[in-house]
């Protein structure tokens, strides 16, 4: 079972998404800002974060840098409302980059998608 | 003292006395018998013997010892001490007498010598003092032409040191000495006779320029003839003659000027003009380092004899002023005559062989005499100056060649004199020098020029940047509550697809979906206000309250940014109809800028004070103040001068100001920073 980390100041939306993501057999851990993020991938071995990028204390670029720079390998989605940092290279370096919308579709297949590709 | 003489004298006579005395007694007493004869001969002997001692000691005593006193004498006396020993030569007055006379000779003979040398020292400093620093140049060279000695004044000006000059050959220090130089020095050393060249142009390779009158000499020394060269700086004398004459101005008008092709046109026009250094006709090719070709570039110069005569005959007639025609001259009109367009076409490649390149490339001076035979003239070349003398100088700038001029008599076929080519070969110098400093400068203004593009066009792409920022902030502003409001809608549909009864998560997920649109509401109601025609005011609020309200919200910013902040507050300020957050935007926005200009330890005062039926809000600062260009900008929206300004604060300032039926207007202070003043009415 792949477990995911879910980082999002939104609370509702942290919990939507952890619910939803539940639902679909995943485990899900969550974490409030980008600080709270990197703690927990210092401690703890996820396959799979997906992270916002407007969020309090640390925002999800900084938080991508660090966590990258921890663990290269870990797959990381951004999700996020904004939709122009899709062509800033700060985000050059996630695995996808998906705009916030309420269909989650989009966000799932990705997940299934980069879990099974690395996987294999 | 007893006399030492007459005692000797006495003892002399002493044996004498006994002799005497003894025979006198044997004569009275008539001792003469045969039987006491032998006793007489006896006497005899004894006495002869007692005198021979005696005179062998007086002599021992007296003789020898003198010498010895003398010898020792004439020992010191050859040492130079001309000094007698009193008691040596005591009682010996003769010869004391002569070594005296001898002491005083030597004595003044020691004088004689000594102010001898005095006279010599002093000759020699005098002579050094001459030859080491007057101003005159001094040089001394040998055989071999090697320079042997030169004397301060020379080091210094040229800025040589010693070790630069000695060893080296004229040549090696000047430009253009082979010529003239060159040739009166061989005259010198074969005849002997001195030679003085007056007004002499010597331009040294670190390229200082004087004018001097150089006397050539030979003189002998140990043996072997050496040449003494005396050069009188003669530059300031002749700076006058030379700040009057015609090529100084121009090189001066074409230091001033930036345009290429009229700087190029003024050193051709310097090097053809009769008052300049008169050739019939010049031109100019310059290096392009990227076609690595030597193009011409320009040309001065009349297209036929016919044009030649008529324009001296114009020159003659009317002193025409060269340097202002110079001045008129503009790039458009270069007038297409043939001789230029030749040039024009006239591309030489470096890896030729043509005279031209080689002129380049040797960075010398080729003075041909008689093109037509001349190895050294390629037939292409040949061809296309059409003329048998000429003179082609490079270009050389730094230590680069970047062209060169070629100038020719075409049309009077007067002979090129080592004068002319020595004033042109300097000319250059100063003509390289131009056109590489005009060269550069145009090379700057078109970077500035690109630069200045670029930065428009930054500051364009800013100001986009900041409208798709506030785009982007109110999309993210809106977009999160209908993204959670959609995400729940889509789990309460699907709870009731699935025919789950769970009305809790369903209860959860609607009231999840009320808040987050309660939130939207809010978010579009502050984005209305900002873009709502007009507030809807109906407090009355005391100004000075708002202010030090701001101002309490900055406090710690102020602190850390070193800024003080004095307020000056009117305390019998009416009430003004007003909102009070608005204006309390208006001072954050205000008082913001304010600090964004302001350096550390700068000062923002604020006051407030009744002028009539209105107030007055001032908000003064020490900083930079605002540019004259920018004032009537100011409270556009989206103008901003700051890298991460948005532009918006002045703009937001000047609408709720408007609302409120006041004014705004923002000045410079003639003591420096900036002041914006706000006037309110007060209600009647
Ligand atoms: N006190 C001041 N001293 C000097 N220049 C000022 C001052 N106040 C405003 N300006 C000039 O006016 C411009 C516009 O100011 P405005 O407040 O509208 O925008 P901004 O400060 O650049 O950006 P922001 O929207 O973040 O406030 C500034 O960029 C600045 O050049
Ligand atoms: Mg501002």
Redesign the interface.
């Known amino acids: 079972m792949s477990r995911i980390l879910v980082v999002e100041d ?1 609370q ?2 942290r919990e ?1 998404y952890a ?2 993501l539940e639902d679909d057999g995943y485990e899900v851990e969550q974490a409030s800002n980008g600080k709270e993020a990197v703690e927990k991938v210092k401690n703890n071995k996820y396959d799979l974060v997906i992270l916002d990028i ?1 969020m309090p204390e640390m925002d999800g670029i900084e938080a991508l840098g660090k966590i990258l720079s921890r663990d290269k390998k870990i797959p990381i989605i951004i999700y996020t ?4 940092y899709k062509s800033n290279f700060m985000t050059w370096t996630a695995d996808a980059y998906v705009t ?5 579709d989009e966000l799932k297949n990705k997940i299934k998608e980069i879990l099974s590709s690395r996987s294999v | 003292m007893i006399n030492r003489r007459l005692l000797i004298q006495f003892l002399f006579y002493v044996p004498d006395i006994i002799l005497g005395s003894i025979l006198y007694f044997l004569h009275h007493e008539d001792y003469f018998s045969s039987g006491m004869i032998n006793y007489i001969i006896l006497i005899l002997i004894v006495y002869l013997a007692v005198k021979v001692l005696l005179h062998i000691w007086v002599y021992k005593v007296f003789v020898i010892n003198q010498i010895e006193s003398v010898r020792r004498y004439i020992h010191n006396f050859k040492k130079g001490k001309f000094s007698l020993k009193e008691n040596e030569l005591r009682g010996q007055r003769y010869l004391s007498e002569i070594i005296n006379e001898l002491t005083d000779v030597g004595r003044h003979f020691e004088n004689m010598v000594a102010s001898q040398k005095d006279e010599i020292d002093k000759f020699k400093e005098f002579y050094n003092n001459i030859v080491l620093s007057v101003s005159s140049y001094f040089l001394v060279i040998n055989q071999k032409n090697e320079i042997i000695f030169a004397n301060k004044s020379f080091s210094t000006n040229f800025n040589l040191a010693n070790e630069d000059i000695v060893n080296n050959s004229i040549s090696d220090l000047f430009y253009f000495s082979g010529g003239k130089i060159a040739d009166a020095i061989e005259n010198v050393k074969k005849k002997g006779e001195s030679i003085v060249l007056r007004q002499t142009r010597l331009l040294s390779k670190n390229r200082i320029a004087i004018i001097a009158d150089v006397k050539i000499s030979r003189i002998t020394m140990q043996g072997e003839n050496q040449i003494v060269l005396v050069m009188d700086d003669i530059t300031s004398k002749c700076r006058k003659d030379y700040q009057i004459s015609l090529i100084s101005q121009i090189s001066e008008s074409i230091q001033k000027d930036d345009e290429i092709d009229r700087v190029l046109f003024s050193i051709l026009t310097a090097v053809t003009s009769g008052s300049g250094l008169g050739f019939n006709r010049a031109m100019l090719f310059l290096y392009d380092l990227a076609s690595e070709t030597l193009d011409g570039k320009m040309a001065v110069g009349p297209d036929s004899i016919e044009e030649a005569v008529q324009i001296w005959g114009a020159v003659q007639g009317e002193k025409i002023d060269i340097v202002k025609k110079m001045e008129d001259y503009s790039p458009g009109d270069r007038k297409g005559g043939f001789f230029l367009e030749q040039v024009l076409s006239k591309h030489y490649k470096y890896t030729s062989d043509a005279l031209f390149v080689k002129v380049l490339k040797e960075q010398r001076a080729y003075h041909i005499k008689d093109a037509w035979n001349d190895t050294r003239v390629d037939p292409d070349t040949r061809e296309f100056v059409g003329v048998g003398e000429f003179i082609a100088v490079p270009l050389v700038a730094g230590n680069r060649s970047i062209g060169i001029i070629v100038a020719d008599n075409k049309y009077n076929h007067a002979p090129i004199w080592q004068d002319n080519i020595e004033l042109l070969s300097i000319f250059t110098v100063q003509a390289a020098l131009s056109i590489e400093s005009c060269k550069s400068l145009t090379t700057v203004r078109n970077q500035m020029e690109k630069i200045k593009l670029r930065q428009d066009a930054i500051v364009e792409s800013e100001k986009m940047a900041a409208v ?1 920022r506030i785009a ?1 902030h109110i ?2 502003e809106i ?2 509550p ?10 309460i549909i699907q709870t009731v697809n699935k025919g789950l009864k769970n009305p809790e998560s369903i209860k959860n997920a609607a009231s ?1 979906i009320l ?2 649109s309660e939130r939207l509401e809010k978010i579009l109601s502050n984005v209305m206000d900002f873009t709502r025609p007009s507030p809807y005011i109906r407090e009355f609020n005391n100004l000075n309250e708002i202010i030090n309200d701001t101002v309490s919200l900055l406090q710690n910013v102020f602190q850390e940014r070193k800024i003080t902040i004095q307020l000056f507050l009117e305390k019998e300020i009416p009430l003004v109809k007003s909102d009070f957050n608005q204006l309390k935007q208006v001072m954050l926005n205000l008082v913001q800028n304010a600090m964004d200009a302001t350096p550390q330890d700068g000062v923002i005062k604020i006051s407030t004070e009744i002028d009539g039926d209105k107030v007055i809000i001032r908000v003064k600062d020490t900083g930079s103040g605002i540019d004259e260009d920018h004032l009537k900008n100011l409270f556009e929206p989206f103008f901003t001068t700051k890298v991460t300004g948005v532009g918006l604060g002045l703009a937001v300032v000047r609408k709720i100001i408007n609302d409120h039926n006041g004014e705004i207007t923002a000045v410079n202070n003639p003591e420096g920073g900036a002041e914006f003043r706000i006037i309110l009415p007060v209600p009647i």
């Open positions: 939104e509702h939306q939507l619910m939803e407007r409302a904004y939709s122009n916030k919308s309420s269909n989650l | 798709g982007a999309a993210h977009r999160n209908l993204v959670t409001v959609g995400g729940y809608a889509q789990r999840v808040k987050e």
